[in-house]
């Protein structure tokens, strides 16, 4: 066996020596419903914003990238609900116009509106305009008289697919006429995503500030045999849209810790993207990541992290996990420490390690000696690591010296004789358990 052995292992899955990292099944889609139940209400003193402008949901802790978007208007009474343009701005600044100069002089009370881009058909200029199920649509587009808060980007909710659904979701409702009232009871968003993450940063939340969950993430490893002399942390998909808010810190099973991140990567957004930490790295974490890449551990302070997380000093390289059993639970603690933004990763970190090769080899009769008349004989013998030399005593030979395969023995004495034969591998480990042989040269 080599002197160094590869070993990949995922968080909360165990791989025994030798085999590859485990593939992980594809997640079902994620769906979250979020909500908003302070009324919207309009004073007929137009045209005018309504008083909750906006009118906000904030949400954290959503993973992964967005599908699909649907909105549901409740309880909207109006005495001329075509003067209504209402418009949706996503966290990420995409602005959609869900509904404007619809449904003309019509009153409406207590209607609810859903807006899906899969509805049959749109609310319609002059329509009676009774609860359903609508695409967005601008039912008088260039009349003059609407007035959005942000220059729509997009014409479907589809136009939101492939965000990053983590902040502030902004609904913005302005009467462009005169002389009507009304109100807008609550609104409601359901965002499906394309998978549901095993980490989110933070936690599910509307604060957008706090631990990760799980914290800390658990990295389960069984079967590694020696001892580490060199260890990396991938984590697969890392999200965030502001990643200079977050602390990480790796703790390994006998306790050692090395700080991964702190205030590393600037504000820009990163999208699901590999990052791997590995002291071979070129460099630390530079001031936009939105690339990802491969980097050591950051150069910054590291301030205490929230409980159950340990106190520092920590450890500035991945070499402080060095001579330790990697068997064990690792620990990867994670907090974002400012609000308004959040991530997730995308799929289960790995951690990968060189240890030191502790694991003697196996030797192996291809050819024993056999007892007969002939006084020459060949015997051969095989190693089960690749790389290996060997070592025999023969008869009365009281220590062991270099031989190799096949091995002829000539001019034998009649008689008994006797062979031991150990392999030792590239690293020095040696066959605790040498072949052994014996046979006898028979005078005729």
Excluded at 339 to 350: E, K, L, Q, R, Y
Aim: hydrophobic share 40%; proline share 7%; glycine share 10%.
């Amino acid at each position: 066996m080599g002197i160094k052995k590869y070993v990949a292992l995922l968080a909360s899955a165990t791989l025994g020596l030798g085999l590859a990292a485990l593939a992980m099944p594809p997640a079902n889609a994620a769906v979250f419903n979020l909500s908003q139940n302070t009324a919207i209400t309009f004073t007929g003193t137009g045209p005018v914003n309504a008083d909750q402008f906006p009118s906000s949901i904030a949400q954290f802790g959503m993973s992964t990238t967005i599908t699909d978007v649907n909105v549901t208007l409740t309880g909207i009474t109006h005495t001329f609900k075509g003067d209504l343009d209402i418009e949706l701005v996503s966290p990420q600044g995409s602005a959609l116009v869900l509904t404007s100069d619809n449904c003309a002089a019509t009153d409406v009370t207590s209607r609810s509106y859903t807006f899906d881009d899969a509805a049959a058909t749109t609310l319609g200029g002059a329509a009676v305009c009774p609860s359903g199920t609508f695409k967005p649509s601008n039912g008088n587009s260039g009349a003059g008289d609407e007035i959005f808060f942000a220059v729509p980007t997009t014409t479907t909710l589809a136009g939101f697919n492939g965000e990053n659904p983590n902040g502030n979701w902004r609904l913005f409702v302005r009467d462009d006429q005169s002389g009507d009232t009304g109100q807008i009871t609550s609104w409601s968003l359901q965002i499906t995503t394309a998978a549901a993450a095993p980490i989110t940063m933070p936690a599910l939340g509307a604060n957008g500030a706090g631990v990760a969950s799980p914290y800390p993430v658990p990295i389960s490893v069984s079967g590694v045999s020696g001892n580490i002399t060199d260890v990396n942390l991938t984590l697969p998909g890392f999200a965030h849209t502001f990643p200079s808010d977050l602390q990480m810190m790796l703790q390994s099973p006998s306790g050692a810790t090395v700080k991964l991140l702190s205030g590393d990567c600037g504000s820009t957004d990163v999208l699901n993207k590999d990052f791997t930490f590995d002291d071979s790295a070129a460099t630390v974490p530079p001031a936009a990541c939105a690339a990802g890449g491969t980097f050591k551990p950051t150069a910054n302070v590291l301030a205490a992290m929230p409980a159950p997380a340990p106190a520092g000093p920590f450890g500035t390289t991945m070499a402080a996990f060095n001579g330790a059993s990697p068997n064990g639970t690792w620990k990867l603690y994670i907090n974002d420490t400012a609000a308004a933004d959040g991530g997730w990763i995308s799929a289960n970190p790995t951690l990968t390690f060189k240890t030191t090769d502790v694991i003697p080899p196996e030797t192996t009769f291809t050819k024993k000696p056999k007892t007969g008349f002939k006084r020459t004989t060949t015997i051969k013998f095989v190693s089960s690591e690749a790389g290996s030399h060997f070592e025999c005593k023969i008869d009365t030979s009281k220590k062991f010296k270099p031989c190799s395969s096949p091995l002829k023995l000539k001019h034998l004495k009649y008689g008994k004789h006797k062979i031991q034969v150990r392999a030792i591998d590239a690293a020095g480990n040696v066959d605790p358990t040498p072949l052994r042989a014996k046979w006898k040269i028979i005078k005729k």
